[in-house]
């Protein structure tokens, strides 16, 4: 079966440093889209990706879409306390009957003021 | 208030007890999901329904089902609850744009406790 591994699974630092995640895939998707969960809240779609090698930003927020379809990652730059949350990748491939979101295990991220 | 409600919160049960989750969304959405959430595993998808008389699996469909009763509503049973069911459970809605772009709006969860 497909695997999604996405890393790390835990990050504590300090306010105003970076962030890197990443998930991989050892299947192909046409969508990488990405989900933060705040405490006690449920997901909410922070960046989608729909085309290999696409590279996106919003705010401090980077993702790209691996040019392998198989993996994307997340940078988030300059973080701050309100980044603190559970972040999800969340590939798919749109079309056809399915088409259902995969979501990682997710990389919960705590920030020190 | 919140565009997808979702009702109880937090639910202490014990084994073999019937449970019902229920969602209500007031975002017109045609698309409604059932996700499990358990610490390390991320979301995994329980049910789905596309329209009222639309229902599929998910991922983990056992142990579980569901009614769609109204398109503004997607309930979840437990018919006999157990234990490995102690989870967090989230609905989510979709419309067809949404389908397109993978936009999901999830409820606030329900905490539930088999014990």
């Known amino acids: 079966g497909q695997q999604l591994n996405q890393s790390p699974q835990s990050m504590f630092i300090q306010e105003g440093e970076d962030v890197s995640m990443n998930c991989t895939s050892s299947?192909?998707?046409?969508?990488w889209l990405w989900y933060k969960q705040d405490p006690g809240e449920g997901p909410v779609l922070l960046i989608a990706?729909?085309?290999?090698?696409e590279l996106t930003s919003n705010g401090r927020l980077t993702a790209q879409f691996g040019i392998t379809r198989k993996d994307s990652f997340l940078n988030i730059s300059a973080s701050i306390p309100s980044d603190v949350g559970i972040y999800f990748c969340?590939?798919?491939?749109?079309?056809?009957?399915?088409?259902?979101?995969?979501f990682g295990k997710g990389t919960k991220l705590s920030v020190k003021p | 208030d919140a565009d997808v409600t979702q009702t109880p919160r937090n639910r202490i049960t014990k084994t073999g007890k019937r449970i019902m989750l229920e969602c209500s969304q007031t975002?017109?959405?045609?698309?409604m999901y059932w996700y499990r959430q358990d610490p390390g595993l991320g979301l995994r998808l329980i049910y789905y329904?596309?329209?009222?008389?639309?229902?599929n699996k998910g991922e983990i469909s056992d142990g579980y089902s569901v009614s769609r009763q109204a398109q503004a509503k997607f309930s979840l049973s437990l018919e006999s609850a157990i234990p490995n069911q102690t989870a967090l459970y989230f609905c989510?809605?979709?419309?067809?744009?949404?389908?397109?772009?993978?936009?999901?709006?999830f409820g606030e969860g329900s905490r539930l406790t088999v014990l």
């Open positions: 990706l729909y085309k290999a090698g």
């Open positions: 975002k017109g959405h045609d698309r």
């Open positions: 299947s192909i998707f046409n969508t």
């Open positions: 329904s596309f329209d009222v008389k639309d229902i």
């Open positions: 989510a809605t979709s419309d067809l744009a949404g389908a397109r772009t993978g936009e999901l709006f």
């Open positions: 969340a590939p798919r491939n749109y079309g056809g009957s399915q088409g259902n979101l995969i």
